[in-house]
Nanobody, 125 residues
Framework: QVQLAESGGGLVQAGGSLRLSCAAS????????VGWFRQAPGKEREFVAF????????YYADSVKGRFAISKDNAKNTVALQMNSLKPEDTAVYYC??????????????????WGQGTQVTVSS
């Protein structure tokens, strides 16, 4: 099993940047595909970004493409989500999730077996 813990959330002004981190314990991230999801108040969780086990494949929601970047640091056993040019509509609780497989259906929450507790990101206007 793997345990996940997000960090790096906070309050930032529109146009600013934040770097979220998802740390794994129990197992190494190298054996997992990882996704980032977010949930705003009153809305369902939505897909944000995905990285494959080997980091070869990266996919992003259209709403964040060109602004966000997902990466793996196997030495630190973390997955990061670099968030640039933040907008107020990016305000949400951000979750990382992992699964042992390649997660072909990467945009679906049901593809992921393990989830972190979430970290709040608030973007002010």
């Amino acid at each position: 099993q793997v345990q996940l813990a997000e960090s790096g959330g906070g309050l930032v002004q529109a146009g600013g940047s934040l770097r979220l981190s998802c740390a794994a314990s129990g197992r190494t991230f190298s054996g997992y595909a990882v996704g980032w999801f977010r949930q705003a108040p009153g809305k369902e969780r939505e897909f944000v970004a995905f990285i494959s086990r080997s980091s070869t494949y990266r996919y992003y929601a259209d709403s964040v493409k060109g602004r966000f970047a997902i990466s793996k640091d196997n030495a630190k056993n973390t997955v990061a989500l670099q968030m640039n040019s933040l907008k107020p509509e990016d305000t949400a609780v951000y979750y990382c999730a992992a699964v042992e497989s390649s997660a072909g259906n990467y945009y679906s929450m049901t593809s992921y077996r393990f989830w972190g507790q979430g970290t709040q990101v608030t973007v002010s206007s």
